[in-house]
Each structure stands twice: as C-alpha cells, then as structure tokens.
C-alpha cells in the first residue's frame, strides 16, 4: 500500500516504536474517562463523546499485552478514521511524522513482533531506529478486534 | 385500504412543471435549421412524460394535448417531417397551453375547454400535413388509463371524476371514447357518441362535469371532460342523449370563440416544494441534535446562578428548550414519509402471488399514515416483501384447506403500522396455519442448531431466522429456499430495530418489526449505577421506588422477586448486566425502577436516581456496534457519555422462571 513517499505518524507501545499511515489520523487527544461498555473484551475500553460522536476506545498495549498499562497525564488517544467509522487507539506515546518511501521498507518479522504479520507493512529505520510500520486499516477493522459487527454475522435475538 | 391520491398529485404537478419547464427552454434553443436530435427526443420524452402521468391521474386535458404534440414529434424526430419555425411557435403555445392546463388542474380552477381544443386541432392539422398522420392517432393506444384497482374511487377532491372504479361497466365501453381525445379529432361517428350513453344513464350529468367540485358527486364512470365545453356556454342540464346530440355541433363552434387562455404571464404555480438533497437534510438534523446537546448544557449551568439572574435566566432557559424541541420536531419530520409508500405496493404483490398460487386473500392495510424516516422506507420494502410472501406462500392455506378447517376459505393478511414511544411498529398477520413448531425443531435437528431442553415457543420460532433454514416442504420460486429470513432479520437489525413472531398453530402467525425512529428524543429517567449513568426511557417506566426488605423474596439461587400491591416483580440488578462494580448491592438500599413492556415485567436494580431529562439518543452502531441491553448512547450535560438502556432486551435476560411467574 505504500506509495512513493507516505507520511507516517510514529508512536510507542512499550518500548517499541511503531508507525501508521498519517492520513488515517483524525486527532490526537489526552485519554479521558471512557463510558464503560458492558461485555466487551478488556482491550475496548468504552467510548468517548468526540463532539457528538461517540467512539470506541481500544487499549491496544491490552490487546497484544506490551507496555505499561498505565493512564496518566501523558498517556495519548490516537483518534483514526477508519473506513467511515471513528476510533480511538490509547497509545504510550507519540513521536514524529515521518516520510518513508517503498525502498525504505523491509518485509516484517515473523516473530518477536506484537502484531501479526498480516497487520504489518514492514520495517523501517530512521535516525538508527527501527520503526515497525502497521496497517492500521486492517488492525482495526479485523475479526480479531471485533470493533464492528462484520456482514456476515448472524447475530442472536436480542 | 386507501392511498391518498393528494400526495402523488404533488408529485405529478412537480414534474410536470419540471418537464414543461425543460420543454419551453429547449424550443428555445432549438435551431430549426438544424435541429439537433437529442433536443428533439428530450423534448419528446418531456412530453411523453406528461401524458403517461395525465393519463393515470385522469387529467385529460392535459392528456389529449401532449398526446397530439408527442405524435408531431415523434413524426419531426424520425425526420418524416420537417421542423419549421411556426411548429415551434405552435409548440411553444402548447407549451403555455399546458401550463395553464396544469395550473387549473392544480388550483381546481375550471378548464378553458375550447381553448384546450382549439390548441389540439391546431397540433393535428399540423401533424395531419402527413396523410398517415389522422389514422395514425386514431389507432393508436392509449396508455396511462390504468385505473388504480385499489383506489376508492369516492372520497377524493381532486379525482375530477375520472377515477373509474373497473367493476363498473361504464369504463369498457368508455374506452374507445377516452381513447383519442375524446372523439374530437375524428370523424365522431354515431359509434363513438353512443358509447357516451352507455353509462350510468341514471346519473345526472351535472355530476360529470363537476371536476372540482365535491368529492361525493364524483363517483363517475363516464370520461365526458371533453363535453363540458358547452358547459360554458351552455347550462349543463342535458340528459346523456342530448349530449350525444350535442357533439357534432362543439366540432363548429370552437373555431368561433377565441381562446381565453392567455399566455404564462398570468399567475404561474409557484411550485410548493423542493427538491433537497438528503446530504443536506442530514447535516441539519445532526447540527439540530447538537443544539439539543449544547442547550440542555446551557440549562444544566443555569442551574447553579443564584440570584436575581438565577430566575430569569430560567425563564429564558426554559423558552430555549421549548424552541429547540420545536426545531428538533420540525426538523425530523422533513425527512418523514408515511408508511403508506411502502404498503401500496402489496396490494398487487398480493394479488398476483394469490392468484398465482390458486388461493383467496385479502389484504388490510392499517395506519399507512404513520410516518417513518425515508431511510426506512426504502430499506422495509424487501424485509417486508419477504415477509408478505411468505405469509402468502406458507402461512395461509389453499381455500380447500381452509375450508375443512372450518376457516374461511378467503385467507386474510394484515400490514399494520403504529407509533410507539419512540419507535415504529410494523406487523403482518395472517390467519393461515401458522408456524409448526414441530418441524422447526426437526430441521433445527438436522441442521445441527443447538436447541434448549424444552424450548419455548418464541425461542422455536427464532429458529427459522437461522441461515439455510427452510421447513417448506418444496421450494418455489416464490421461497422456501432458506436465503430469505435471515436477510430479513440482518436488515431489520441493521435498521437498528428487531423482530418477534408469534404463531398459533391452525390459528397463524404475526411477525412484528420494531424499529428505532432516526434521531429521537427521548424523556429518560438517569439513573446511576456505580460510576456511570443510564437512561431509562421514560415510556417505560411504571414507578420508581425504595423497596422494604420484606418486600423482597429470594427464590433458588440468586433471583428475587419484588412484591409490589400484590403483584411480584422480578428483579433484574442493572449492576449484573452491565458489569459494573454498584454502590449497593441489597436492594432494599437502592432503588428499585419498575419497567413495563408490551409482554414483561421486572423491576430494574440501580444505585440511585440522578434525575429526568430530555436525552437526544446518539448510535453506538455507527463507530461500534450494537450492544445487547443497550439502545444507543447519550451526551450528558456535562459531556460525559451516557448509555440508553433498551428494555425490551434487558427484559429477555430475566430470567425465565421468573418471567413464568409474574408473566404480564
């Protein structure tokens, strides 16, 4: 998906460093108090009132269990629009926007690496580290967050 | 059943004036030198247009002009004659012609008859510089006289008389008369008269040429529009053969009255309505909600003013929630459409798949008038079409059947619509053999669909929304085939809403469909339950109250019953449901709220009450999805987030013994 020069928003989980396609990114916001929802799976937080819309939030250092999970006054909310539907990713950090063309990638590992591979783009290094880049359209919308009730779900009665 | 011929009217004149409009301005720019091809069959079309849904509406003025300029167009396009310039002028006369004819139908305005006719024997001897061209008319079919069959043919103002009812033997024969303009432009033989006294002879003709009088004269089966040129000059007291005498005369005398129809610098009809994107409809009623939001902050703030301001800012406070919700109604009617737009295609859907399958229904249609979002509309059709047909198909038996049941043999299926708090609620009913439950359970089996120990009823019927699933015994092209149902209930869902089916077996069945209105308001009661708050809708709610501790009864396990005047309430403790860490867990320490449905019960358990309001409810869906219990989301005063709690599916996780035992 990359093209010849994407900008890329870089931040941390943990002690890594990740980067995703900036054109996705609607804000960036402080981590707020979140309505809880009830059943969800832990890594979704609840949602927020983002001017009108309510938005889900997803920890995802919960999700692929790296980091500190920790909410202070640093702790960062990455508000991505995502095919047509707003979400919130609660990160540790965020750093530069960075420009990174296809020769600048390397494929992922298949290992050692939180995501599995399917998320990823690939490899990056800029300024010696090394950026591990995400498709967060496919992060996000996958079975395995199961933010969005996918078309084929034959849901049960309410 | 009746539709409201009123709104297709609008439609119709919309149009037309749209069509006429874009008629005039290509006249206009047409180079009769070199006319180009496209412009001429727009214009053709344009016409066409008029005189298709003339026809329909019985608006035979305006029928007969454009039938005559779409035959001298038809003629120029196909280049068998050549446009001159005073064609054009005579088109472009027509064209105000139509206007006016159009303004007059619209208004209720008396028609200038010989106007009308003079402009038609214009256009036809234009046309007729084409020897084909007078045998051409005379054969040639008219359409648009399709008489609605499930129209009432009483009761509506602007039916002019023209609406035949088809049982009435008026309208065959009258036929070949409407045909072609009335016999105006033929040689009137005696044939074409006599068929004018066919009809109802006994009537008086005064009713005939009372197009826009009082809907109860207007039950006619004669088309005598055109007759009523004498009425202007001549009083209308004749009986059907003098009319017949009378014919051959309107023939000379037109020529001698000029017309009266002046040119559209008169009044024009201002057009009443117009055409909106739905884009910009919804960005209104999105800014709409966030007033609401932003005003019920407002208030909450000038809750905490002291003073001499403190009252008058009140007072300005509560004329600003009045105003809002004012808008806010206004608002969502825009994009409301009455149900009836859905239902008045199944008349036919019913009809035809009926007599395809050999049986005998009848369809009622009830509170077609309820209103309900345009997206909506759209999306019910197939849900609903679905549901028809299986009812159809399925449910009601054949005449036969029926008849050694001891039913009668003319099955019946109801489409009913009805507002509800704040939802829509739509049913079709059938009084075939409903739902065999038997069966449902065994193809449940082979399916290998997990079923509970001994089912209820309401669970064995949701069975048959699983994919694939089909009791028919053989597959028609009409269903059976298993792919309908869960579609049925994935766009019902979709639409936010939910369906539940009942059925007694010999008796029938009853699909209901629930749905959301879009962007409601809704009186909610907040109620806290640990940290958060919800709301519960207002309609809902029976009482509020702090129960003693004798009022509470455990049964096995961890149930409670809560006896309230003799009746008992299952408790449902919100703090379970929604997995939340309360401040009390007795009940006798919180509060109890005592919610009623349609069909439950129970007695809600939260922490406390925060107090009632206004809430305007905000889709989870949209960014989420849907959430069992919850129906959407709400913004407090503050900008919190608060979650709108949805009873009728918080009442399916009572538990089911206890639902046994306080059943409604």
């Known amino acids: ?158 | 059943m009746s539709i409201d011929m009123k709104q297709f009217h609008a439609v119709f004149f919309e149009e037309s004036q749209e069509h006429l409009d874009e008629m005039e301005q290509l006249l206009l720019e047409l180079d009769v030198a070199n006319p180009d091809s496209e412009m001429l069959n727009s214009i053709f079309r344009a016409a066409h247009s008029i005189k298709g849904g003339s026809g329909i509406f019985g608006f035979d003025a305006l029928t007969s002009v454009t039938h005559i300029m779409e035959s001298l167009l038809d003629k120029i396009r196909q280049g068998k004659m050549a446009i001159t310039k005073d064609m054009v002028d005579l088109f472009l006369s027509s064209v105000d012609q139509l206007k006016e004819i159009l303004r007059c139908y619209h208004t209720g305005e008396e028609l200038n008859w010989s106007g009308v006719y003079e402009q038609t024997k214009k256009l036809e001897l234009v046309t007729a510089g084409n020897a084909s061209g007078v045998s051409a008319i005379k054969n040639d079919n008219q359409d648009g006289y399709g008489f609605f069959s499930a129209i009432e043919p009483e009761a509506e103002a602007e039916s002019y008389g023209f609406f035949d009812e088809p049982v009435k033997s008026g309208s065959a024969q009258a036929a070949p008369l409407q045909d072609e303009s009335f016999g105006f432009f033929d040689d009137l033989p005696a044939t074409e008269s006599a068929s004018l006294s066919l009809s109802s002879p006994g009537q008086a003709i005064d009713d005939y040429f009372g197009f826009f009088e009082d809907p109860s004269s207007s039950v006619s089966t004669i088309h005598l529009p055109a007759v009523s040129s004498l009425a202007i000059d001549e009083p209308v007291s004749t009986t059907p053969i003098d009319l017949v005498q009378h014919l051959p005369s309107v023939e000379k005398s037109p020529a001698a009255s000029s017309p009266k129809v002046k040119s559209s610098e008169t009044v024009s009809v201002e057009s009443s309505s117009i055409r909106v994107d739905v884009a910009k409809v919804d960005q209104l009623i999105n800014l709409v909600g966030e007033i609401v939001i932003t005003q019920s902050m407002m208030s909450l703030l000038g809750k905490s003013l002291e003073g001499a301001m403190a009252e008058k800012f009140q007072a300005v406070a509560n004329e600003l929630e009045r105003n809002t919700r004012e808008i806010q109604e206004a608002v969502m009617s825009i994009r409301m459409l009455p149900v009836s737009f859905v239902f008045n295609r199944f008349p036919r859907v019913v009809r035809d798949l009926s007599s395809k399958l050999g049986k005998q229904i009848d369809l009622i249609i009830e509170g077609g008038e309820t209103e309900l979002d345009k997206g909506l509309t759209e999306k019910l059709v197939d849900p609903l079409t679905h549901l028809v047909r299986n009812s159809i198909d399925h449910g009601i038996e054949s005449a036969d059947v029926r008849r050694e049941r001891g039913k009668n043999p003319t099955g019946t299926v109801v489409l009913r619509a009805a507002q509800q708090g704040g939802n829509i609620v739509i049913s079709i009913s059938d009084d075939g053999g409903g739902l065999n439950r038997e069966r449902i359970l065994e193809k449940a089996r082979e399916n290998n669909i997990v079923v509970s120990e001994n089912p209820k009823d309401e669970e064995v019927w949701q069975l048959i929304f699983a994919p694939g699933f089909s009791t028919a015994a053989a597959v028609t092209d009409v269903s059976g085939r298993g792919v309908g149902m869960d579609v049925v209930k994935r766009n019902v869902q979709s639409l936010g809403g939910r369906i539940d089916i009942e059925s007694r077996a010999g008796q029938g069945a009853t699909f209901t469909i629930h749905l959301p209105l879009t962007l409601a308001i809704v009186d909610g009661m907040c109620v806290s339950v640990g940290e958060q708050t919800f709301i519960i809708p207002l309609v809902h709610i029976v009482e509020s109250m702090q129960p003693a501790a004798k009022d509470i009864k455990t049964l096995a396990g961890d149930d409670q019953l809560l006896h309230v005047r003799n009746e008992y309430w299952p408790i449902l403790p919100l703090y379970k449901v929604m997995q939340l860490d309360p401040q009390f867990t007795d009940v006798n320490k919180g509060i109890a709220v005592l919610i009623e449905t349609n069909k439950y019960r129970f007695a809600l358990f939260v922490d406390g009450l925060v107090g009632q309001q206004q809430v305007v409810i905000k889709s989870l869906e949209q960014h989420y999805k849907r959430v069992q219990g919850i129906a959407g989301a709400t913004i407090m005063g503050d900008g919190s987030v608060a979650l709108i709690v949805d009873v009728e599916s918080l009442a399916l996780t009572v538990n089911n013994v206890l639902q046994l035992a306080t059943a409604v």
């Open chain 1, 1 to 158: 998906m990359a093209a010849d020069a994407q900008e890329f928003l870089t931040f941390t989980l943990g002690d890594e460093h990740y980067a995703l396609d900036i054109l996705t990114v609607k804000e960036i916001r402080g981590y707020e108090s979140v309505t809880k929802i009830a059943n969800a799976p832990p890594f979704i937080k609840g949602v927020i009132n983002l001017r009108g819309d309510i938005v889900p939030i997803v920890d995802l250092r919960i999700k692929f269990n790296v980091g500190n999970v920790t909410y202070d006054e640093f702790t960062i909310v990455i508000v991505l629009h995502i095919r047509s539907r707003i979400v919130g990713i609660v990160v540790d950090g965020v750093s530069d926007v960075v420009s990174l063309d296809k020769e600048q990638l390397r494929p992922p590992p298949d290992f050692g690496v939180a995501f599995n591979s399917r998320y990823l783009l690939g490899l990056a290094t800029v300024n010696e580290q090394m950026i591990i880049l995400v498709d967060i359209n496919e992060l996000i919308s996958s079975e395995e967050l199961g933010l969005f009730d996918s078309p084929e779900a034959t849901g049960t009665s309410a």
